[in-house]
């Protein structure tokens, strides 16, 4: 299964940008980088996704490196409505999305 | 905004009993998943469900699990005969088209199964 690494747990001031970084040495060139996130007692939340190209939406940017070797999940303005834990998830052709252990966004008011 | 809705939100049962988790999927949605997240532990793919059949299962959905569409709105999932490994958090979602195609999942916000 292609794996991602994520740090365990990251902290933000509230209102300042927040980059989630994400590895994925192993990518193929098919697999598409998927990020949800999981508030706290809630079922995930889907974010973003992309394959080589930059994405935006209206909640987040995925800035994704040249190689595609690694990610960027980047929240232009934290509140304290996005602590919450972000997963950064391969899904290879034909496979349902494999979840890693996720990277625990701490907001600072 | 429309959204997955499942019940009860924690469920309690015996080793060795019966528990159906249900849920009620986004109306127009027309594939259906079950996941589950162990305490401390990552989100697990168990089924997905399309046209009245399963269409893809992981290893962890063995011989003790079913789901089952039983009219146009619900979408359940049965543990024949629970174990405590099965405590955990089930969430199921749903997306208009399969997540293969990258479409994004909705997510309930999940029942908690405790097996005692």
């Known amino acids: 299964d292609a794996k991602t690494t994520q740090p365990n747990s990251m902290e933000s001031n509230e209102e300042e940008p927040v980059h989630l970084p994400c590895n994925h040495s192993t990518i193929s060139g098919t697999d598409y980088i998927h990020w949800y996130r999981q508030l706290p007692s809630q079922g995930p939340e889907y974010v973003i996704h992309g394959l080589t190209s930059n994405v935006n939406n209206r909640m987040a940017s995925l800035a994704i490196a040249e190689d595609r070797k690694s990610s960027t999940l980047i929240l232009h303005r934290a509140t304290l409505r996005d602590a919450a834990v972000y997963y950064c998830i391969l899904r290879a052709s034909n496979y349902q999305l494999i979840w890693g252990a996720g990277t625990k966004l701490i907001i600072k008011p | 905004e429309p959204e997955v809705t499942q019940t009860p939100s924690h469920q309690v049962t015996q080793m060795g009993q019966e528990v159906i988790l249900r849920c009620v999927p986004i109306?127009?949605?027309?594939?259906f998943y079950w996941y589950r997240q162990i305490l401390g532990q990552k989100v697990e793919f168990l089924v997905s469900?399309?046209?009245?059949?399963?269409?893809?299962k992981s290893e962890i959905f063995d011989d003790q699990f079913s789901v089952e569409r039983p009219d146009g709105s619900n979408f359940t999932l049965k543990i024949r005969s629970t174990k405590l490994e099965d405590s955990a958090m089930y969430f199921c979602a749903s997306s208009v088209k399969s997540v293969l195609t990258n479409e994004k999942l909705f997510f309930g916000s999940g029942t908690q199964l405790s097996v005692l």
């Open positions: 109306s127009n949605h027309l594939y």
């Open positions: 469900f399309y046209n009245n059949e399963i269409s893809e």
